[in-house]
């Protein structure tokens, strides 16, 4: 689940939620589980979607989101089937072709 929080937090954003030079700074970051919504990023994304991202995200798994509670989340079940009049805007585009950059992944 907190995968899933990581990959919403990419595709609503186009950057990582967790950032860092090196991948020791990442996995400290990763580790200090501070989640953070950079306004220029966000500012086009539901309160209800980052609240999801959040739970999904807690650091301890005992209070992380299961499967069944962000599946039942009120932006899965009353925001998301709702058709969106809002651009993502330019800012998601750069951000996400910067991350694409940073990806050692293939």
Not at 39 to 67: G, M, N, Q
Not at 70 to 85: F, M
Request: glycine share 4%; proline share 7%.
């Amino acid at each position: 689940m907190w995968s899933l929080g990581c990959v919403l937090y990419v595709m609503l954003s186009g950057s990582p939620a967790f950032y860092g030079e090196t991948d020791s700074a990442v996995l400290k970051n990763v580790k200090l589980g501070k989640v953070t919504f950079p306004p220029k990023t966000w500012r086009a994304v539901s309160e209800e979607a980052k609240a999801l991202i959040h739970k999904l995200l807690a650091f301890d798994p005992t209070v992380r989101y299961t499967a069944e509670q962000a599946l039942n989340d009120e932006w899965i079940t009353q925001v998301t089937p709702r058709p969106s009049d809002v651009s993502l805007g330019n800012e998601f585009m750069e951000s996400l072709q910067k991350f694409k950059k940073q990806n050692l992944l293939p």
